[in-house]
C-alpha cells in the first residue's frame, strides 16, 4: 500500500492518491507506520500541507522517516520557521538523518537565522556527523545568507574535494553581500580548479548588471561563448537583463532573438528589459509575440506588465491584464493587488485602485504605501493621513518608504505641519534613520508652500551631504514663487556637483533663462551636448475610442492638426474676454514675445486637449498624460478652457494629476 501511495505522488494523481488514502482508512491499515509515512510523502508531493499536518499529528507511532519527511517536506514548502520547530522537537526522541540537518540548514539560510544555523551545526559535530562535500556546500550556503562570509570561506577552505556547487555557492554568498572584488579573485582560483559552468556566469552577469558595468559583462559574454555555456537558457536569460539594466536595450534584444528555444523566464526577462528602458512600445510587442507562440503568462508576467500599463497610462490594457489576473487565479496574490492598485491610481482611475484594495484579503505594508501614493498623486493628503493612521491601527509597522508616500502626499497638498510631524516620528517613534530621499521630500514640502528660507535653512543643516534631487527640489519651489536668489544659490550647487542626470540641468538653464542670463543658458546646453546628454522633448498623449493619439510640443504633422490649431485661436480669445495674460516666462528661449506666445500655443498638452474637444461628444470628461510637469501658463490655461467648455479634463504630468474643473484645479496650485 505504502508504494501505491508513493506512486499517486509520483504521478501527480490526486484523484487516485484520494482513493487510496480512503482504501487505507477503510481496511484499517492507517496504523501502520510506513502507510502513514507513505500518506505524508504523496500529500507532500500534492502540496497539501494541511493533510499533512493531520496525518502527523494522528499518527500514534512515529519513526525517524515520520519526522524527516515532515521536516524536509516543510523546508521544500517554504515553511522554513515550522520546519526548524519541527526538528526542535524531533531531537528529542529521534537523531534525524543527514538529509533533514541538511533541509534545516537550508531553512535556517532562507531566513536567515544564524544562531540557529551554528546550533544545527555544532550539533552535526557533537554526534559525528560525516560533514561530505554536499553537506559542506549547503553549510558555505547558510552561512553566507547569514551574513557570515568569514566562516563561510573556513568551511570551503577545509572541503577537500570541491565541486561545482562548493564554487558557485561561496561566489553566490559574496554576492549577496556586495563583496564583488572578492568574487572576481575566486573566479580567478575557480578556473585553476575547476571550470566555471551556466550557473556561475549567471550570476557573474547579475553583478554586471548591479554595477552597471557593460565592460565587465561583455568580457563574461565572450567566456561564455568561449566556453559554450551561451546555448544555456539560464545564461541567455541572464545576459537579457544584464544588457538591459546596463541600458543597452539593443543588444539584449539581440541576445533574445538569437535564443534557440525561450521558457517563460526568457519572455519575462525580455519584458522586465523594456520595462527598465521605458520600451513599453515594445513591451507590449512582446506579450503579443509571446500570446502568438502560445506561451501562457505565469504570475512574473503579470508583474511585468502592469508596470507598463502605469508608465504609460494604459488603462484599457491594464483593464485587460486584470481580466487574465482572474482567468489564472493570481487575484488572492498579494504582489498582483499591490501592483494593480498602483496600475489603477497612475491610469487615472483612483476608484478602481480602491475597490482592489477594499477586496483585498490580505494587506500589508507595500499595499498601504502604494495606496498612500496613490492619494498623494490626486492631491488628497487629507484621506492619505488616515490611511496612514489605519495601516498602523491594522498593526502594521510603516517602513521607510512608507514614511516618503505620506511625505509626498502632505507635499502635494500643502500640509505642511502633518509632514515636518512625519519626518520627525519616522526616526524618534520608529527608529528608522531618514535617508536622502526623505530629507528631498522635506525640502519639496516646504519650497511647495513657498517657504523657502526655511527650506534652504534646512538643506543646510542636514548630516547627510546635500545631492542634486535636494537642490533640485529646492529649485522648483523658486521657480514657482520667483525667488530669483535662491535659486541662483541652488543652480550653483547643482552645478558644482556634476550630476548625470539631465532633468536637473535643464531646471537649472530654465532659472538662468527665465532670469534672462543667455550666455549662461548656452553655456549648460552646450555642456549637455558634450556630454551626450539630451532633454526629453515634451509630449502628452492621450486614448480616443480604444486608440492612442501622441501629440509633441510644436508638432503640426498630426490628423486634423489644422482645426486644433483654429479650435486653439478661438479659445486664446474667449480666454482673454476672462482676463488671461501670457506667461512668458515659460518660453525659455531668446526670442520675440509674438514668438513666445505662439510656442506657448504649442505645448503638447494644449494640442492634446483641443484634439480632444474635437474627437469627443460635448460634456465628455477627457484624460490626457505629459511625460514632464507642466507648466504654470498650461495650468492656467487649462483652468480657463474647463470654465469655458464645461468639461473635466484628468491630465497626469510627471509629478500628479490634475483634474480641472469649473476654471479651479484639484491641485490648489501646488505641483
Not at 490649431?565 to 516666462?585: H, P, R, S, V
Amino acid at each position: 500500500m505504502s508504494g501505491v501511495l508513493l506512486a499517486c505522488g509520483g504521478l501527480v494523481s490526486v484523484e487516485v492518491g484520494h482513493i487510496s488514502h480512503g482504501l487505507v482508512e477503510k481496511i484499517g491499515v492507517k496504523t501502520d507506520v510506513i502507510v502513514s509515512n507513505g500518506l505524508l510523502s504523496m500529500y507532500f508531493k500534492f502540496d497539501r500541507l494541511e493533510d499533512c499536518r493531520m496525518i502527523f499529528t494522528e499518527m500514534e507511532v512515529k519513526d525517524t522517516v515520520t519526522w524527516n519527511t515532515l521536516i524536509c517536506g516543510y523546508s521544500q514548502s517554504g515553511l522554513f520557521e515550522e520546519s526548524i520547530k519541527l526538528f526542535l522537537d524531533m531531537v528529542y526522541s529521534f537523531q534525524p538523518d543527514l538529509l533533514t540537518i541538511t533541509s534545516v540548514l537550508r531553512a535556517c539560510g532562507q531566513i536567515g537565522d544564524l544562531e540557529f544555523g551554528k546550533y544545527v551545526h555544532n550539533y552535526m559535530i557533537k554526534n559525528g556527523y560525516e560533514c561530505d562535500t554536499t553537506a559542506s556546500n549547503i553549510l558555505i550556503d547558510m552561512y553566507a545568507k547569514c551574513g557570515n562570509l568569514l566562516t563561510s570561506r573556513e568551511i570551503f577552505d577545509r572541503i577537500k574535494c570541491r565541486d561545482l556547487v562548493s564554487w558557485n555557492s561561496l561566489i553566490s554568498g559574496y554576492i549577496q553581500n556586495g563583496s564583488y572584488e572578492e568574487v572576481i579573485e575566486l573566479l580567478n582560483m575557480m578556473k585553476m580548479d575547476s571550470r566555471p559552468d551556466s550557473v556561475t556566469y549567471a550570476m557573474l552577469l547579475s553583478i554586471s548588471g548591479q554595477l552597471v558595468n557593460i565592460d565587465f559583462g561583455k568580457k563574461v559574454h565572450c567566456d561564455v561563448t568561449k566556453t559554450g555555456c551561451n546555448t544555456s537558457l539560464v545564461v541567455g536569460n541572464a545576459l537579457i537583463n544584464m544588457y538591459a539594466k546596463c541600458g543597452n536595450m539593443a543588444d539584449s534584444l539581440e541576445q533574445f532573438e538569437n535564443m534557440r528555444s525561450r521558457d517563460i523566464v526568457t519572455w519575462n526577462s525580455m519584458i522586465s528589459a523594456c520595462v527598465h528602458s521605458e520600451n513599453c512600445n515594445l513591451g507590449f510587442r512582446m506579450i503579443s509575440r509571446m500570446r502568438l507562440e502560445g506561451m501562457l503568462p505565469d504570475l512574473a508576467t503579470i508583474l511585468a506588465i502592469l508596470p507598463m500599463c502605469s508608465i504609460l497610462a494604459t488603462k484599457r490594457q491594464g483593464k485587460e491584464i486584470h481580466g487574465c489576473v482572474f482567468k489564472l487565479g493570481f487575484e488572492s496574490d498579494i504582489s498582483v493587488g499591490n501592483a494593480l492598485i498602483e496600475m489603477y491610481s497612475k491610469c487615472g482611475s483612483l476608484k478602481n485602485s480602491l475597490l482592489v484594495f477594499e477586496h483585498m484579503k490580505t494587506k500589508d505594508v507595500v499595499t498601504w504605501t502604494t495606496l498612500i501614493f496613490g492619494y498623494g498623486m490626486y492631491g488628497e493628503g487629507r484621506k492619505a493621513l488616515r490611511a496612514f493612521e489605519e495601516m498602523q491601527g491594522a498593526g502594521l509597522a510603516p517602513d521607510h518608504i512608507a514614511f516618503i508616500a505620506i511625505i509626498f502626499a502632505c507635499s502635494h497638498s500643502g500640509l505642511v505641519d502633518e509632514g515636518r510631524s512625519y519626518f520627525d516620528r519616522m526616526w524618534k517613534e520608529y527608529n528608522i534613520g531618514p535617508k536622502i530621499e526623505h530629507y528631498a521630500c522635506v525640502v519639496d514640502l516646504l519650497s511647495r508652500s513657498g517657504l523657502l528660507s526655511e527650506a534652504e535653512e534646512f538643506i543646510l543643516s542636514m548630516p547627510l551631504k546635500p545631492d542634486a534631487s535636494i537642490w533640485g527640489a529646492l529649485l522648483s519651489g523658486c521657480r514657482a514663487s520667483g525667488n530669483t536668489k535662491v535659486a541662483e544659490r541652488a543652480s550653483e550647487h547643482i552645478i558644482e556637483l556634476n550630476s548625470d542626470i539631465t532633468g536637473y540641468y535643464v531646471l537649472v538653464s530654465n532659472v538662468y533663462a527665465a532670469l534672462g542670463k543667455w550666455d549662461k543658458v548656452r553655456t549648460i546646453r552646450k555642456s549637455l551636448r558634450n556630454k551626450g546628454m539630451k532633454k526629453d522633448p515634451g509630449c502628452s498623449w492621450m486614448e480616443i475610442r480604444d486608440r492612442v493619439y501622441v501629440f509633441g510640443t510644436g508638432d503640426k504633422f498630426f490628423e486634423q492638426y489644422e482645426e486644433v490649431n483654429e479650435l486653439l485661436g478661438i479659445l486664446a480669445g474667449l480666454m482673454a474676454k476672462e482676463g488671461y495674460i501670457a506667461d512668458l516666462q515659460f518660453i525659455l528661449h531668446d526670442v520675440e514675445d509674438d514668438e513666445k506666445r505662439d510656442l506657448l500655443c504649442g505645448h503638447s498638452e494644449r494640442l492634446a486637449i483641443a484634439f480632444g474637444l474635437l474627437n469627443t461628444k460635448p460634456g465628455t470628461p477627457l484624460q490626457v498624460m505629459k511625460n514632464l510637469r507642466v507648466c504654470g501658463d498650461c495650468h492656467t490655461v487649462t483652468k480657463h478652457i474647463s470654465k469655458i467648455v464645461q468639461r473635466e479634463f484628468l491630465v497626469r504630468d510627471a509629478n500628479r494629476f490634475h483634474l480641472f474643473k469649473d476654471g479651479t484645479c484639484s491641485c490648489g496650485d501646488y505641483w
